[in-house]
């Protein structure tokens, strides 16, 4: 070969080279711009349930990864409590969302590290976050360690098809800097949640508040007529409770609110909503329950109440017992707006009690 022809052999060979250096440059300046329009809705996402499906759809989307997992560590149940009627409502956030009530097994899954995590998949160590579908298909894996404070809230989990895609060696400063805005965005969302929970909450109980009932009603609604499926009311009443405020002082009274709440919250199922409603009054969503089921839960309700007698702070013991009115979400939905129909049923559940008090008390009444 020629001196002139070894000359164009090696101008071809830089000119290929700077082609792919450019190629690359271009690619990472798309990836940069992409990241950072991200980067900014994630910062704006306004609950945990926008955040979540920002990295589960449309992360998952803009990036193309082919297959996404989120990991909770979830120990007092908060984020379930908050996600539920999406998860319920949602099959593929349910599987690409995973609660777990310890950091246990994310731990044993990094090894300690706290930085990504870049490896091939084995399905022994991996599979159990990217749930049974498409184990089969996933060649690598991108572990995101979710850290605050130096405590493990969760992980984010990337596998894809292609055995390159999260190589050893590959670059995590994409992945580095999404592992720690998504760790502050999640503490960040649920403290928003704990404020607006705060406000929602009955001080003396502990139950949601008739503002929150009063907000989650019609969306109960909304997603009973979307997927078909029950949704039943139960309007309760603490029988004579005047009485016990007479007698034993508001002390008393208080007291036994307080006993009567944890009582029905301890009947009910996840994703049922208990409130106080206003004085002795408290009501009660059952999602997804018939009305012999509804009819099952009220009426363990109410024997639970009626079980013994409730201690007073005096150390006095004196029986409650409570009136139940059951109704159920009418059939003729189509045309009407979800807060009127919500209101129809509660005002029929209240009917309901109203009868019960009427038959005797300390009864399950569901009108016809």
């Known amino acids: 070969m020629s001196e002139a022809e070894s000359l164009e052999s090696q101008n071809r060979a830089l000119r290929l080279q700077l082609d792919t250096l450019l190629r690359e440059a271009r690619s990472n300046e798309d990836k940069q711009k992409r990241f950072d329009a991200l980067e900014q809705r994630l910062i704006g996402a306004r609950s945990l349930v926008e955040l979540v499906r920002l990295l589960l759809v449309d992360y998952k989307a803009e990036f193309t990864i082919d297959f996404i997992n989120l990991t909770l560590v979830d120990g007092d149940l908060e984020a379930t409590q908050i996600l539920d009627a999406e998860l319920r409502a949602d099959v593929q956030l349910q599987q690409d969302l995973s609660l777990v009530q310890s950091a246990d097994a994310l731990a044993a899954l990094y090894g300690g590290a706290t930085q990504p995590v870049l490896a091939p998949f084995v399905a022994q160590e991996h599979g159990r976050f990217f749930g049974s579908g498409g184990l089969a298909q996933i060649r690598s894996v991108a572990l995101l360690p979710l850290l605050r404070r130096g405590q493990l809230i ?124 206003g004085g002795e009054e408290f009501v009660v969503l059952l999602p997804q329950a018939s009305a012999q089921h509804a009819a099952e839960i009220a009426e363990r309700i109410r024997a639970r109440i009626a079980a013994k007698p409730l201690m007073l702070p005096s150390g006095e013991a004196i029986a409650v017992t409570a009136s139940i009115g059951l109704a159920m979400l009418t059939d003729d939905t189509a045309a009407r707006e979800p807060a009127e129909l919500a209101a129809q049923m509660v005002a029929a559940a209240d009917q309901a009690m109203y009868a019960a008090k009427q038959q005797g008390r300390n009864r399950v009444v569901q009108l016809s």
Not at 192 to 218: I, S, W
């Open 154 to 277: 969760g992980g984010l989990h990337f596998g894809s098809r292609e055995l390159d895609r999260y190589a050893v060696a590959s670059g995590t400063h994409f992945l580095a800097r999404l592992a720690a805005i998504v760790a502050v965005c999640l503490e960040s969302a649920l403290t928003q949640e704990r404020l607006t929970r705060a406000g929602l909450t009955d001080a003396l109980t502990g139950v949601h508040n008739r503002r929150f009932f009063e907000h989650r009603c019609p969306i109960e609604v909304s997603q009973a007529r979307r997927y078909r499926h029950p949704l039943a009311c139960l309007f309760l009443d603490i029988d004579r409770f005047k009485g016990i405020n007479d007698s034993h002082g508001h002390a008393a009274g208080d007291a036994v609110l307080t006993a009567v709440g944890g009582l029905i919250h301890g009947q009910l199922r996840t994703g049922d909503t208990v409130a106080r409603y």
